[in-house]
C-alpha cells in the first residue's frame, strides 16, 4: 500500500490521523487548511479506508479512524519514495542535501548521533 498513491488532500487527512493517531471526522475537518464540508471529509476517510490505509471503529454515532500502517512504516515508505524520485535511490544524496539545508539547525548531540550511525552501518558493512 504505497502512499504515494495519494492526492495531496488524502495526504493531509493522512497527517492528521498519525499525529492524533484516532481520529473523527469532525477532528480531521477542523485540522484541515481551507476544508472542504463535513459531508466531502467523511468521504474522502470512507476512501482512504477503501484503499486500505484506515480503519474504523465505532465510537456511539462516530466512526473513529486510525492507520492500518504504523507511522514509522508510513514514513520509511515515503522515504524510500523521495529518494528513489529525487535522489535516484541514494540514500548519500539524500543525507547530504539534508545536512546542505538543516547545517546550522544541528546540535552537537545530532551530530553525534549521525556519526554514531555513520560508524555503526560502516562496521555492520553497509
Excluded: C, W
Amino acid at each position: 500500500m504505497a502512499v504515494n498513491n495519494l492526492s495531496r488532500r488524502e495526504r493531509q487527512i493522512m497527517d492528521i490521523v498519525y499525529r492524533l493517531e484516532h481520529a473523527t471526522a469532525a477532528e480531521v475537518m477542523e485540522l484541515l487548511p481551507d476544508p472542504p464540508s463535513y459531508s466531502a471529509v467523511r468521504a474522502m476517510l470512507r476512501i482512504l479506508e477503501d484503499k486500505g490505509h484506515l480503519r474504523h471503529t465505532q465510537d456511539g454515532p462516530r466512526y473513529v479512524y486510525a492507520s492500518t500502517v504504523a507511522p514509522e512504516t508510513a514514513s520509511r515508505s515515503a522515504l524510500r519514495h523521495v529518494m528513489s524520485t529525487f535522489f535516484e535511490g541514494s540514500a548519500a544524496q539524500a543525507m547530504a542535501a539534508l545536512l546542505d539545508e538543516t547545517a546550522g539547525e544541528l546540535s552537537a548531540e545530532d551530530l553525534e548521533r549521525l556519526s554514531f550511525l555513520i560508524e555503526t552501518a560502516k562496521s555492520e558493512g553497509r
